[in-house]
């Protein structure tokens, strides 16, 4: 198993179903218990063992999956409300080396992704065809990303980040 990626990359070519976009969202609503369930139990020394030799910590991880679903909801709101929204990139491995993320308590990250969950399920379920075949420009990628593929990315996102956390606790036993 490629410990970076223990679910694999994003893929997904064609059109994007109702039906997906429904599963999709589905992962956006159960993250956070989801996350909260992954971590239950770890020491502090636990929560600062990387998840892979070089990688993040467990809290780093928790901490960056706030940090990036909060830019993730933005995203989703300006490409809503603006035309092809250029957005704001962030280099996340320099705010996962912030102190807050390398020593903060994860209980901060994983409170905030409930509430922020919450009002981004409500957003996704009241967008039609026309919202989610939007699109905001990525300055780095220098692409358009519409936000049926966008929503895709960040469900497989959290399983990503939750499966980093749930394989080390697999391979040490925790």
Same mark, same amino acid.
């Given at each position: $198993?490629?410990?970076?990626?223990?679910?694999?990359?994003?893929?997904? /070519?064609? /059109?994007?179903?109702?039906?997906?976009? *429904?599963?999709?969202?589905?992962?956006?609503?159960?993250?956070?218990?989801?996350?909260?369930?992954?971590?239950?139990?770890?020491?502090?020394?636990?929560?600062?063992?990387?998840?892979?030799?070089?990688?993040?910590?467990?809290?780093?991880?928790?901490?960056?999956?706030?940090?990036?679903?909060?830019?993730?909801?933005?995203?989703?709101?300006?490409?809503? *409300?603006? /035309?092809?929204?250029?957005?704001?990139?962030?280099?996340?491995?320099? @705010?996962?080396?912030?102190?807050?993320?390398?020593?903060?308590?994860?209980?901060?990250?994983?409170?905030?992704?409930? #509430?922020?969950?919450?009002?981004?399920?409500?957003?996704?379920?009241? $967008?039609?065809?026309?919202?989610?075949?939007?699109?905001?420009?990525? #300055?780095?990628?220098?692409?358009?990303?519409?936000?049926?593929?966008?929503?895709?990315?960040?469900? @497989?996102?959290?399983?990503?980040? *939750?499966?980093?956390?749930?394989?080390?606790?697999?391979?040490?036993?925790?």
């Amino acid at each position: $198993m490629d410990l970076r990626y223990p679910i694999g990359t994003f893929a997904f /070519e064609g /059109e994007i179903s109702q039906a997906q976009r *429904t599963e999709w969202i589905q992962d956006i609503d159960e993250l956070p218990v989801k996350l909260r369930e992954a971590v239950q139990g770890l020491s502090q020394d636990q929560l600062n063992l990387p998840y892979r030799d070089g990688g993040w910590t467990i809290r780093q991880v928790v901490h960056h999956v706030a940090d990036s679903h909060m830019n993730s909801y933005i995203r989703f709101k300006l490409a809503l *409300t603006e /035309e092809n929204p250029a957005i704001k990139p962030y280099y996340e491995d320099r @705010w996962a080396a912030l102190t807050d993320s390398l020593t903060g308590d994860i209980e901060l990250s994983l409170s905030l992704l409930e #509430p922020l969950h919450r009002r981004w399920v409500i957003l996704l379920n009241a $967008m039609g065809e026309a919202d989610y075949r939007r699109e905001f420009y990525h #300055p780095e990628s220098k692409k358009l990303s519409r936000l049926d593929y966008s929503l895709g990315v960040y469900a @497989w996102h959290g399983k990503h980040h *939750t499966a980093h956390i749930t394989a080390l606790r697999d391979r040490l036993g925790l």
